[in-house]
């Protein structure tokens, strides 16, 4: 059983809603109800009385809440606890980020930031966007960086969450290079000859931008999908290896680029064939004890200063 189910449940309970407890706690109503499924069998006995509408807890489920509510309390006295004991000398900076950028933005990013901020501890957590926003939902994370484009809006409340830019990514089309240094695969590609395409798994963050760029291109484009992955550096090792084009962020390209290992898939002609994308981290704002100072609290002040000197220059 895991504590989440719990959290869930306890959600259900209150709002007596499926889809409002799914979008409260970041996640598809589908994945949701399987949560609530798996918590009924582990409990051995019906938690939610689904002939009714609102939904209504049975004589069990009562029960399971009122201890729900007790077991959770105190989860979270004792976590403040433990983080009591623990000095800020000790403590890490809990970072959840997309596989992508944990391979490419951030290890760049973070060298820069402690030349200027200085030294200080960080575990990385590589996950895909879903589960890295839903860390930080769950709390169990300091920051969450992670990329945002206005066509899939992020499901974080401004109330609950503080947000700073920390910079921009192009996704784009690339392919390996033939023995004449041009691309084996250009856009568009022909209707009898579709070019191999490298696709992102449905329903991952990056996948929907390539959709919404495929979509959105003013030539018709023919592309045949031959592969698919949840993660843009497995495309890219298929692209390098000559198996298809990939539409890639620059940061995961950019070294192979200037060795010509991987070139520009389509033609210069071609227009609105990239997407830009912004990479923004995320926090939940710090309320009563949690608001403390600490090392996640002063490198977010710091960040918060290289913004506004930023805007700064730019006004």
């Not at 623990?86 to 060298?111: K, R, Y």
């Not at 899939?152 to 690339?174: F, H, K, N, S, W």
């Not at 395409?197 to 030539?219: C, F, H, M, N, W």
Request: proline letters at 6%; glycine letters at 6%; aromatic letters at 8%.
């Amino acid at each position: 059983m895991e504590t989440k189910w719990l959290e869930d449940f306890v959600s259900l309970a209150e709002t007596r809603s499926f889809s409002r407890s799914a979008q409260l706690r970041h996640v598809t109503q589908p994945a949701f109800s399987r949560r609530i499924q798996a918590l009924e069998a582990w409990a051995g006995t019906d938690l939610i009385d689904r002939s009714s509408y609102p939904t209504r807890l049975t004589t069990a489920g009562r029960t399971l809440y009122e201890q729900s509510l007790e077991m959770l309390q105190a989860l979270q006295n004792t976590r403040a606890m433990l983080r009591a004991h623990s000095t800020p000398a000790h403590e890490m900076i809990d970072f959840a980020v997309p596989h992508t950028l944990a391979l490419t933005f951030f290890p760049v990013w973070l060298s820069g930031l402690r030349q200027r901020f200085g030294a200080f501890k960080s575990r990385l957590i590589a996950l895909n966007v879903h589960d890295a926003v839903l860390r930080l939902a769950e709390g169990r994370c300091d920051v969450l960086i992670t990329y945002h484009h206005a066509s899939q809006p992020l499901p974080l409340d401004a109330q609950r969450y503080e947000m700073l830019r920390l910079g921009q990514e192009v996704l784009a089309p690339y392919a390996k290079p033939g023995a004449d240094g041009q691309p084996m695969y250009l856009l568009p590609g022909r209707a009898h000859q579709p070019l191999p395409y490298l696709g992102y798994a449905p329903e991952t963050y990056l996948g929907r931008i390539a959709d919404l760029i495929l979509k959105q291109s003013s030539v018709s484009l023919h592309l045949d999908c031959v592969y698919e992955t949840d993660m843009a550096e497995g495309l890219k090792v298929m692209a390098l290896e000559g198996h298809g084009l990939a539409f890639l962020p620059y940061s995961a390209v950019e070294k192979d680029l200037r060795a010509r290992k991987l070139v520009s898939a389509a033609p210069a002609s071609m227009v609105g064939i990239e997407v830009t994308v912004e990479v923004l981290a995320f926090r939940e704002k710090p309320t009563g004890k949690e608001a403390a100072n600490g090392p996640a609290q002063a490198l977010w002040s710091y960040l918060e200063g290289q913004n506004v000197a930023h805007q700064t220059q730019h006004d």
